[in-house]
């Protein structure tokens, strides 16, 4: 008994810690949100709440205590390895990639510690009762209090994260005045702020890459585009030696730009589209649109305004700015001030004519592929003319740009060719790749993805279009997660693509298998979005 006890008590704590990690995982992944994160644990109940191993330990405690008189003394512990052997044999606790793999900050680190307080405090209100008892009936009692502090555990984070919200949030606003108090000393730094559904990072680099040909730059890394992110770079990396500041400013609710523009407000602004990601939070593409223009709102009255003419929400933001606007369109908008024209693409990139507000045309040359990705580059050409830049200066900065990770990257992989637009599928630069896809000369075309989310009430139907455009492009689609792609195979069997050529899998690594064994020479393969964990089914 007191062999079985010991093993009990080492396994659960062992378990209680895995699983408020991996909760706490989640929880920093949905932003450390404990109203966003409720619900995904409210929508993954039986999966990751109450899991097989609990009813199974239930079961455990009550053979226990109706037979514990006539059973073996060595069958007991045996149960109980049964259960042990369920969670520890989990898929869901075994993953050793994670897509993105928990961080240890402070915050996770003071996440963890007030879970572990509040997980010992369920233990001990098991454990004082137990004490007053005798043999078996103490054990199980002791067990039972162990199995509610695990299966508590998620429950237990939302609980920690609750309870240290008013401290965080004056780390924060810590953070923030720290920000706004270095950039108030720096009247000379220029900012420059971009926002928009899609393209935003792109545009962020394709900029920094253009006047980093005359000025000392800073733009923050990657998608840090949230006011923490923000504060970051500002407190961590801006010098007294950069000239320019870029800032990439998302939103996922209502008051995202203007929680942004009160730490760094732009002297430029420059929106690139507005679509329908974040539907589910932002509830219609009108409110998405006025979140996104809010950012003028926000612009010093004579800075400038770059806007994509192409998009007619973004280009009607024009009435709302006071100060000097720039429209520009690669869909010869009569409007434009930059003016794209006679775009070829191919395998290696793209070319196209530039026009300027002066009327001045060259020719550019850029490795990026796509039609949006000759967008994002007028927008940048746009920002290199307010600083005075020559298009041939332009031009050569063009030249030299690299396409951002993950986003429409092309590669070859010894004789296979692999388009990685892994990060964050929307329903236009999804038809861009697939397009592009389309365009490689290949032996045979496969495209793996999970499909888009976030997307609300138009979720399915924009995946079942994603489905249509897929089956004229492809030649085999690898669809991750059964549940969340059944929209995308009814496009595919809409538009009669052979049942045989779809294939379902579980993982993004179960997807890489699959590949492993069917890739020849001359293939191409293109990945279109990756969800983060918080989105696996298993």
């Not at 004490?131 to 078996?136: D, V």
């Not at 002791?142 to 998620?154: K, S």
């Not at 949230?226 to 950069?242: F, I, Q, R, W």
């Not at 280009?315 to 709302?320: I, V």
Request: glycine content about 8%; proline content about 5%; aromatic content about 8%.
């Amino acid at each position: 008994m007191i062999v079985s006890i010991i093993i009990a008590v080492a396994f659960c704590t062992w378990r209680i810690g895995r699983r408020l990690q991996f909760f706490g995982h989640i929880l920093q992944l949905e932003g450390y949100k404990p109203a966003i994160y409720i619900d995904w644990v409210r929508d993954r109940f039986g999966d990751v709440v109450l899991r097989v191993s609990h009813r199974l330990a239930l079961g455990w405690i009550v053979v226990v205590i109706l037979l514990d008189h006539i059973l073996p003394p060595v069958l007991i512990p045996g149960l109980f390895l049964i259960w042990a052997m369920t969670f520890a044999s989990s898929r869901r606790y075994r993953r050793d990639k994670p897509k993105k793999p928990l961080v240890l900050t402070f915050r996770m680190k003071r996440l963890l510690g007030v879970s572990a307080v509040i997980s010992l405090g369920i233990l001990v209100a098991g454990a004082v009762p137990a004490a007053g008892l005798s043999g078996w009936r103490a054990a199980i009692l002791f067990v039972a209090g162990l199995l509610a502090a695990d299966f508590l555990a998620p429950f237990v984070i939302y609980i920690a994260a609750f309870v240290l919200q008013p401290f965080e949030k004056a780390i924060q606003n810590g953070f923030k005045r720290a920000a706004r108090k270095k950039l108030s000393a720096r009247p000379d730094l220029d900012i420059i702020a971009v926002t928009g559904s899609y393209g935003k990072t792109s545009v962020k680099f394709a900029v920094e890459t253009v006047l980093a040909h005359r000025f000392s730059v800073l733009a923050t890394p990657g998608s840090f585009n949230t006011p923490m992110g923000v504060c970051k770079v500002v407190n961590d990396d801006l010098s007294p030696a950069h000239q320019v500041l870029i800032l990439e400013m998302g939103i996922r609710n209502p008051g995202d730009i203007e929680e942004l523009c009160l730490i760094a407000a732009p002297k430029i602004a420059l929106v690139t589209s507005v679509g329908i990601a974040h539907l589910e939070s932002m509830g219609t593409t009108e409110a998405i649109a006025k979140e996104k223009g809010s950012l003028l709102q926000f612009t010093a009255p004579d800075g400038h305004a770059v806007l994509n003419a192409d998009d007619d929400q973004v280009r009607s933001m024009e009435q709302q700015f006071p100060g000097r606007t720039w429209l520009v369109s690669s869909e010869n908008h009569p409007d434009a001030h930059i003016l794209g024209s006679e775009i070829q693409f191919g395998p290696d990139g793209a070319t196209f004519k530039v026009t300027d507000e002066a009327g001045a045309t060259i020719q550019m040359n850029t490795r990026l592929v796509g039609r949006h990705n000759v967008t994002n580059i007028l927008m940048a050409i746009a920002v290199g003319r307010i600083y005075g830049l020559r298009l041939r200066q332009i031009a050569q900065a063009v030249s030299k740009l690299e396409p951002v990770p993950h986003r429409l990257a092309v590669r070859r992989e010894g004789a296979i060719t692999v388009i990685d637009d892994a990060f964050n599928s929307n329903p236009v630069g999804a038809r861009n790749a697939v397009e592009i896809l389309g365009q490689l000369d290949a032996r045979k075309r496969y495209i793996v993805t999970p499909g888009m989310i976030e997307l609300g009430e138009r979720q399915d139907d924009e995946n079942r279009l994603l489905g249509h455009h897929i089956a004229r492009h492809a030649d085999v689609a690898i669809l991750v997660g059964e549940r969340r792609t059944y929209a995308i195979a009814e496009g595919l069997r809409d538009a009669e693509f052979p049942e045989q050529n779809i294939q379902i899998v579980q993982s993004l690594f179960e997807a890489k298998d699959f590949l492993n064994g069917a890739l020849e020479s001359g293939d191409v393969v293109l990945f279109e979005n990756d969800l983060p964990d918080q989105f696996n089914e298993i």
